[in-house]
T-cell receptor, first 114, second 110 residues
Framework: NAGVTQTPKFQVLKTGQSMTLQCAQD?????MYWYRQDPGMGLRLIYY???????DKGEVPNGYNVSRLNKREFSLRLESAAPSQTSVYFC?????????????FGEGSWLTVV | AQRVTQPEKLLSVFKGAPVELKCNYS??????LFWYVQYSRQRLQLLLR??SRESIKGFTADLNKGETSFHLKKPFAQEEDSAMYYC????????????FGKGTRLSVIA
C-alpha cells in the first residue's frame, strides 16, 4: 500500500535551474497539497488542489507552479530555483477538504539549491 | 484568518515524566484540530484529532474553546516519543486546507 509517493527523494540544483517534483497517490483522493518544511517555520502550504482540474495558492506560492495532471498526480515545478527554496517538500492528499478528512503525507523530497 | 501557535520549539523531558505540548489557535468559528507527529526521517502521520476524543500511544488532547487551546498530554514520556509534533487546524465553515503550527521538537531523555 504505497499511499503518497513523491520523487525525487534528494536533489541538488544550481541557482536558476528548473525542476519538477512529482507526486502520486493511490488512495483515490480528491485533494492534494504541496507543503514545504523549514526549521523554525514549520509546515507551510505552497499550493493545493481541492479536486481534479483545480489548483489554488497557499501561504507561500511565489517561485512555484503546480499541475494537477489527473486525479492521481500533482506536480510542483520550480522554474528558476533560488537558494531560499532549499527545503524539504512534502506532498499530501486527502479525500477532500471538508471536516473529518485526514491528510496523508509522502516521505518528503530534500532539495538543496546552491 | 486561522492561526496555530506552538510556543515551544524544543521541549526536553526525562523518561517517565509528564509531557505537555502546547497548542493555541486563533479562529472565530468552530475549528477541527489535529496533532501530527514526525519521527526521525519518517513522514508526518496523524496522531489524533479532537473529534475522535481518543488516546493514541498514551497521548490525549482536549479542545478548550474558552482558552482556544488543544494541548497534547502524556502522563509518562517514553524515549520513543521523541519526535517533531505539529498542531493543525481546519476551519469548520468552509473547505480549506489544514493550517499547521511551527512544530515542537520533543526530546525524551533516558
Amino acid at each position: 500500500n504505497a499511499g503518497v509517493t513523491q520523487t525525487p527523494k534528494f536533489q541538488v540544483l544550481k541557482t536558476g535551474q528548473s525542476m519538477t517534483l512529482q507526486c502520486a497517490q493511490d488512495m483515490n483522493h480528491n485533494s492534494m497539497y504541496w507543503y514545504r518544511q523549514d526549521p523554525g517555520m514549520g509546515l507551510r502550504l505552497i499550493y493545493y488542489s481541492a479536486s481534479e482540474g483545480t489548483t489554488d495558492k497557499g501561504e507561500v506560492p511565489n517561485g512555484y507552479n503546480v499541475s494537477r495532471l489527473n486525479k492521481r498526480e500533482f506536480s510542483l515545478r520550480l522554474e528558476s530555483a533560488a537558494p531560499s527554496q532549499t527545503s524539504v517538500y512534502f506532498c499530501a492528499s486527502s479525500e477532500g477538504l471538508a471536516k473529518g478528512n485526514t491528510i496523508y503525507f509522502g516521505e518528503g523530497s530534500w532539495l538543496t539549491v546552491v | 484568518a486561522q492561526r496555530v501557535t506552538q510556543p515551544e520549539k524544543l521541549l526536553s523531558v526525562f523518561k517517565g515524566a509528564p509531557v505537555e505540548l502546547k497548542c493555541n489557535y486563533s479562529y472565530s468559528g468552530s475549528p477541527e484540530l489535529f496533532w501530527y507527529v514526525q519521527y526521525s526521517r519518517q513522514r508526518l502521520q496523524l496522531l489524533l484529532r479532537h473529534i475522535s476524543r481518543e488516546s493514541i500511544k498514551g497521548f490525549t488532547a482536549d479542545l478548550n474553546k474558552g482558552e482556544t487551546s488543544f494541548h497534547l498530554k502524556k502522563p509518562f514520556a517514553q524515549e520513543e516519543d521523541s519526535a517533531m509534533y505539529y498542531c493543525a487546524l481546519r476551519a469548520y465553515s468552509g473547505n480549506t486546507p489544514l493550517v499547521f503550527g511551527k512544530g515542537t521538537r520533543l526530546s525524551v531523555i533516558a
